[in-house]
């Protein structure tokens, strides 16, 4: 039996950053994803919670600027990376963000 049409299988951690660092410095959203993966617009909300969960790990620091579009929604520790120091500096940044009475910009 052959497999149903509406089965698609997510696309692994390491998949889908490759395809985004393939993707530097384009603005890539959403449905670029969807559609470099061949995968229906069901998935999206996934696909989302896919690259939120990469954000938080600190997956997506290293991306070059510009190559997630801000519709995304991703958190802002996403945004917040020093890859001189690691990730003891990230978590660092995390806590004085959430900590601090004003938004904190890196």
């Not at 790990?57 to 991703?74: C, H, M, N, V, Y």
Request: aromatic share 8%; charged share 15%; glycine share 6%.
């Amino acid at each position: 039996m052959s497999a149903s049409p509406y089965a698609s299988a997510l696309p692994s951690v390491q998949e889908l950053r490759a395809f985004l660092e393939s993707r530097a410095g384009a603005a890539t959203g959403l449905t670029d994803i969807l559609r470099n993966f061949q995968l229906p617009m069901r998935q999206k909300a996934a696909i989302r919670t896919l690259l939120h969960d990469m954000a938080v790990a600190g997956e997506l620091l290293d991306l070059a600027p510009g190559t997630l579009k801000a519709s995304i929604g991703l958190p802002d520790v996403a945004l917040c990376g020093f890859p001189i120091f690691g990730m003891m500096a990230t978590r660092l940044a995390f806590w004085l963000m959430m900590l601090s009475p004003a938004p904190l910009y890196c």
